[in-house]
């Protein structure tokens, strides 16, 4: 007897990284940085050194762009930390745009009925900001930064949490992020990782890292679900 071609599973739910996935926001995450060393009298880095330091929330950003040792005391590091934050604030949508392609990747994911989400490790009030700026008409069943008490991703906990929020399971999900820490992330929740090449880091790494596949633009995610 011969048995008829497994269908391939239905994804009900995509949950997006944010910075350098939906967004390209190194130059005011860099000019935020080098406003806050500029104060303190050291030297900026290039906008392309910003690619390695994000991706591991603002409190590792601030950490990574000060010459070793600088920051490792706990009260100078919140100190640091704060001043970024109000960097960042004066910065935000400066320069920040949506990749092309974006939007029309995600007016076919509603009009599909896919539900969406965010899972990023900017800061959570930083999160709904920029979400709100530049994707305010979509329907985001759930955004999510990083927040007080919830481990940052690669843990799992904030894309359960995210999957909790919109009433699916990881096997009906996929993850579309651009660094190792998105590929872990969806790894270790058990979510199909798509790892996006227009973003902050390789096809190489994101491809170490547990990609499932690699597109080179948004519309190729249709093709994934």
């Not at 739910?13 to 926001?25: H, R």
């Not at 991703?153 to 993850?175: I, Q």
């Not at 590929?183 to 227009?198: D, E, F, H, L």
């Amino acid at each position: 007897m011969i048995c008829p071609a497994k269908e391939k599973s239905m994804k009900r739910a995509v949950l997006f990284d944010l910075d350098g996935t939906l967004l390209d926001t190194l130059d005011d995450l860099a000019d935020s940085g080098n406003a806050v060393l500029a104060a303190h009298g050291f030297e900026p880095h290039k906008v392309e050194a910003y690619r390695t330091f994000i991706g591991d929330g603002m409190s590792k950003l601030v950490e990574r762009i000060f010459p070793p040792g600088v920051v490792t005391d706990p009260g100078v590091l919140q100190q640091r930390l704060q001043e970024y934050k109000e960097a960042y604030q004066a910065r935000w949508r400066n320069k920040s745009k949506v990749y092309e392609g974006i939007p029309e990747l995600l007016a076919k994911l509603a009009e599909r009925g896919v539900k969406t989400g965010v899972l990023t490790n900017k800061a959570h009030d930083f999160a709904l900001k920029c979400v709100g700026e530049y994707f305010g008409e979509h329907p985001w069943d759930v955004v999510l930064g990083q927040r007080e008490g919830v481990p940052r991703k690669p843990d799992a906990a904030g894309a359960n949490d995210a999957l909790e929020a919109m009433g699916v399971k990881a096997e009906e999900a996929l993850f579309v992020g651009d660094s190792s820490v998105d590929m872990q992330t969806a790894v270790n929740a058990g979510i199909r990782a798509v790892g996006v090449s227009w973003g902050f880091r390789g096809r190489e790494e994101l491809i170490a890292n547990g990609a499932s596949v690699v597109i080179d633009a948004p519309g190729e995610l249709m093709g994934e679900l």
